[in-house]
């Protein structure tokens, strides 16, 4: 009861501040699902008394904490409260073990003795690891070309980037081409004399990437087009020799 009645004080406090939105500068930080967070500010004026870690995700505001000089105060409530820690000594506020909930924008407010503020913002991104990719290919064949549909999946494909690649061999290698194409699927046309048939698809995003690998040419046949051999006599007409229950 203590700590939800001090909780509700600090909240009243808070809301009897005024509001500061936030400033066009933000710090962006990215990291791994898993790891060990830290945001703190590069500097700030030794003048300082209360400051306060606020979280906004969307339309939503958390109050984490409020810090003065004496002690520590923190949201029991916050949904990773037993994760969060805050270093007096260099005002940061640190999250272990983030989980991609914990995205959003991280507010520092600093209280300085003469009654002013500074705000200092972080945007962080939490990310999963890229996944290993994998290809599906699907194909139509005519005339001696043959047509693919390739599709690079991966799993939890958020904010990840698209590129490919066309090649002679199974790796990667510097003399191969680069496709204008950044999309999941890739539009491909072959004929039997192409030797470059290895596609490579890599995907990745600000903290790690994945490729896969397909050769196309073990999955075409090449069919060639169909010949009808006709004999026809001079004077005769083609329609005639197409359907011959019409002459």
């Known amino acids: 009861m203590k700590e939800l009645a001090e909780l509700k004080s600090l909240l009243t406090l808070l809301s009897s501040l005024p509001f500061k939105p936030p400033g066009c500068q933000e710090v962006k930080v990215v990291a791994a699902v898993g790891e060990t967070v830290q945001l703190h500010p590069k500097t700030w004026p030794p003048s300082w008394v209360t400051v306060n870690w606020i979280l906004i995700v969307g339309s939503q505001t958390y109050w984490i904490l409020r810090h003065d000089q004496n002690r520590t105060s923190a949201n029991p409530l916050l949904p990773f409260a037993d994760r969060v820690s805050f270093h007096p000594g260099n005002l940061s506020l640190q999250i272990n073990s983030v989980t991609e909930k914990e995205s959003g924008l991280y507010t520092m407010d600093l209280m300085l003795g003469d009654g002013?503020?500074?705000?200092?913002?972080?945007?962080?991104?939490?990310?999963?690891?890229?996944?290993?990719?994998?290809?599906?290919?699907?194909?139509?064949?005519?005339?001696?070309?043959?047509?693919?549909?390739?599709?690079?999946?991966?799993?939890?494909?958020?904010?990840?980037?698209?590129?490919?690649?066309?090649?002679?061999?199974?790796?990667?290698?510097?003399?191969?081409?680069?496709?204008?194409?950044?999309?999941?699927?890739?539009?491909?046309?072959?004929?039997?004399?192409?030797?470059?048939?290895?596609?490579?698809?890599?995907?990745?995003?600000?903290?790690?990437?994945?490729?896969?690998?397909?050769?196309?040419?073990?999955?075409?046949?090449?069919?060639?087009?169909?010949?009808?051999?006709?004999?026809?006599?001079?004077?005769?007409?083609?329609?005639?020799?197409?359907?011959?229950?019409?002459?």
């Open 116 to 247: 002013s503020g500074i705000t200092n913002n972080f945007r962080l991104f939490v990310l999963d690891r890229v996944q290993q990719p994998n290809i599906k290919a699907s194909t139509s064949q005519e005339c001696g070309w043959c047509y693919l549909t390739l599709s690079c999946l991966v799993p939890k494909a958020d904010r990840v980037t698209y590129s490919w690649s066309q090649g002679a061999s199974s790796s990667p290698a510097p003399e191969d081409h680069w496709l204008q194409q950044h999309q999941a699927d890739l539009q491909v046309e072959i004929t039997k004399s192409d030797n470059t048939t290895f596609y490579h698809c890599n995907v990745s995003n600000a903290i790690s990437w994945g490729m896969a690998t397909i050769d196309v040419k073990m999955l075409c046949n090449y069919t060639n087009c169909q010949e009808v051999k006709v004999v026809a006599a001079v004077g005769e007409t083609f329609t005639d020799l197409l359907d011959p229950q019409t002459r």
